[in-house]
């Protein structure tokens, strides 16, 4: 049996072969179920409701409040001029002093401020009900509202879970009598992982060639949870390190003055330093690859420090390409400047992956199999 460990999306995972992996702020090993064991009965896919309808309250307050903060925004945007030297902190200007130019697109009506308030209130409740068709037509009628789908277009600012859209086009079907979610909505549904959870797959479905079993390791991404999952690090044989490449304009739940992406990059270079890694492989997942294509041809990559030499060479497809490829060679130079002289021949890949994508994510995890056994047999 060998160890792998992963570290997923912002922070971590952990594999061990049995093998390991983690991941932070989503199911994944919900994922992991049904896309290489049994999956789900009704009676597990039921369970998910709650986590479900929960994600809904969530996304609406998170929305309702960020209009409120927009909204009360002064007109002064002079206050916000900074030089163009400080990147980080031009860019966050530029981007308030554009808010506040006209901060009144984000005033809700008062009819639909009464319902913001009451679905805030619910969210704020350990008890809160299941959506049903009354709760349903008050959140319908808050999306809506003009101030709210403004804000909506803002949500790399305000800690927008990416089900947002997803759940709001599906309402009425979630607060249907007898719901039973599906295979996409419980692939879509996020819950915070705190400590440790176990679960163990094989990446090639019932055909187990040599009984190759994974551990996965679900660990809290968050800072505060790191001193949790290091110790499952040692003796894995292979890293799998998932970096949302989506999150560039994000910053961390925990730091609202941190970017993700140079959290990510941090992090990155730690686990490529850590002793108990000299002669592992490292497989990197640059994932959430379909939100990034769709937000690179808005958002500038150089909004982020790290990518701040970044040069646009035309809008459509081939920019898309182009700035993947990019992001791709940072990581590439970022992993062989962080290796030592006698590290830099360990196995290290890199891979595209859209987590919603199963075919994709599953045909990946394969061909890492493929890998890692031809590693083992020296081929």
């Known amino acids: 049996m060998s160890v792998l460990t992963c570290v997923l999306d912002n922070m971590g995972s952990s594999c061990s072969r049995s093998h390991s992996l983690s991941e932070a702020e989503t199911t994944k ?68 002093s554009q808010v506040e130019s ?15 308030e009451k679905l805030s209130d619910i969210d704020g409740r350990l008890d809160y009900p299941l959506l049903n068709k009354e709760l349903v037509l008050d959140v319908k009628r808050l999306w809506q509202d003009p101030a709210i789908q403004e804000t909506y277009l803002r949500g790399s600012i305000l800690q927008l879970p990416d089900c947002a859209q997803y759940f709001m086009e599906n309402l009425d079907r979630l607060a249907e009598a007898g719901y039973v979610p599906t295979k996409e909505d419980v ?16 990446p090639v ?21 790191r001193r949790k999952w290091i110790h499952l ?15 560039y304009d994000q910053m961390l739940f925990e730091d609202e003055t941190k970017n993700r992406m140079m959290e990510i990059k941090e992090l990155f270079d730690w686990v490529l330093k850590q002793r108990c890694f000299e002669k592992t492989s490292f497989i990197l997942f640059l994932n959430k690859f379909d939100i990034f294509e769709k937000k690179i041809q808005k958002v500038p990559l150089s909004v982020c420090e790290w990518f701040k030499d970044y040069q646009p060479i035309a809008p459509g497809k081939q920019e898309v390409e182009h700035a993947y490829e990019f992001v791709k060679k940072k990581f590439e130079e970022l992993y062989f400047q962080s290796s030592k002289p006698d590290r830099v021949d360990r196995v290290f890949k890199i891979y595209r992956t859209t987590a919603l994508d199963q075919k994709l994510v599953k045909k990946t995890f394969k061909l890492i199999d493929e890998s890692m056994r031809r590693s083992r047999e020296g081929t």
């Open 102 to 116: 006209d901060s009144s697109k984000y005033v809700i009506s008062p009819d639909n401020q009464e319902i913001g």
């Open 205 to 225: 479905g019932e055909n187990k060639r040599g009984g190759e079993v994974y551990r996965l390791y679900d660990v809290g991404g968050q800072r505060n949870e």
């Open 29 to 96: 090993n919900a994922k992991i179920k049904l896309l290489f064991q049994a999956g789900f009965d009704e009676a597990e896919l039921r369970s998910y409701t709650s986590v479900i309808h929960a994600n809904v309250y969530q996304t609406i307050k998170i929305l309702y409040e960020g209009a409120k903060e927009l909204s009360q925004v002064e007109s002064d945007s002079s206050k916000y001029v900074i030089s163009p030297d400080n990147q980080i902190l031009y860019e966050g200007a530029k981007e308030l």
């Open 233 to 247: 690090f040692e003796g894995v044989n292979a890293v799998i390190f998932c970096a949302a490449i989506s999150e």
């Open 187 to 202: 692939l879509y549904a996020r819950v915070r992982t705190n400590g440790v959870v176990q679960i163990q797959f094989s």
